[in-house]
T-cell receptor, first 116, second 114 residues
Framework: GAGVSQSPSNKVTEKGKDVELRCDPI?????LYWYRQSLGQGLEFLIY????????KSGLPSDRFSAERTGGSVSTLTIQRTQQEDSAVYLC??????????????FGNGTRLTVT | AQSVTQLGSHVSVSEGALVLLRCNYS??????LFWYVQYPNQGLQLLLK??????LVKGINGFEAEFKKSETSFHLTKPSAHMSDAAEYFC????????????FGTGTRLTIIP
């Protein structure tokens, strides 16, 4: 079946512009995660959605970052006024939402964001 | 707080040789531990996990890892490397009380020498 789909796969933007990154999770998965992977860094947690609960936004690095999940399915990560340090691969993952110990995360291929 | 350290950002082994990828964790509470693998042009996928019970866990493709509490380690091994094992491997940790945020290491890129 279809896996987690992210678009675009690559995005080059100028400093100061806003960008939107999209994630289509696996159908039926109630949990959705955004992670960021910068060069030489591990995966950095950004935000977590579970069903209709309030999202865990504790990993968002600044108020320029926001995310929403419409209808419990598709999610959009928005970065306003992009900075060069925002350059990274942004990964989306989804799971059945029964706890990370029971439900493995399924990752998309990521969006590579380059801010010039 | 939890953290993971993966020693060696790049590891090269000959085909047929032992694979050993190191992972040490820091956690103030009993952890759940995971290894994820990213094959070229694919998303990360779960390789194996330790939650409770047996400390030696087996995963896909012949990999296994042993949770050693005294050493705060969760090293990944495979007795005989195959060319298809070339990938990037990530160790991850989370507390064992329902925290949904996995903390990942920086990854180890495994190269297999023919």
């Amino acid at each position: 079946g279809a896996g987690v789909s992210q678009s675009p796969s690559n995005k080059v933007t100028e400093k100061g512009k806003d960008v939107e990154l999209r994630c289509d999770p696996i159908s039926g998965h109630t949990a959705l995660y955004w992670y960021r992977q910068s060069l030489g860094q591990g995966l950095e947690f950004l935000i977590y959605f579970q069903g209709n609960s309030a999202p865990d936004k504790s990993g968002l690095p600044s108020d320029r970052f926001s995310a929403e999940r419409t209808g419990g399915s598709v999610s959009t990560l928005t970065i306003q006024r992009t900075q060069q340090e925002d350059s990274a691969v942004y990964l989306c993952a989804s799971s059945l939402g029964q706890g990370v110990n029971n439900s493995p995360l399924h990752f998309g291929n990521g969006t590579r964001l380059t801010v010039t | 707080a939890q953290s993971v350290t993966q020693l060696g950002s790049h590891v090269s082994v000959s085909e047929g040789a032992l694979v050993l990828l190191r992972c040490n964790y820091s956690s103030s509470v009993p952890p759940y531990l995971f290894w994820y693998v990213q094959y070229p042009n694919q998303g990360l996928q779960l390789l194996l996990k330790y939650t409770t019970g047996a400390t030696l866990v087996k995963g896909i493709n012949g990999f296994e890892a042993e949770f050693k509490k005294s050493e705060t380690s969760f090293h990944l091994t495979k007795p005989s490397a195959h060319m298809s094992d070339a990938a990037e491997y990530f160790c991850a940790v989370t507390p064992n009380f329902g925290n949904e945020k996995l903390t990942f290491g920086t990854g180890t890129r495994l190269t297999i020498i023919p």
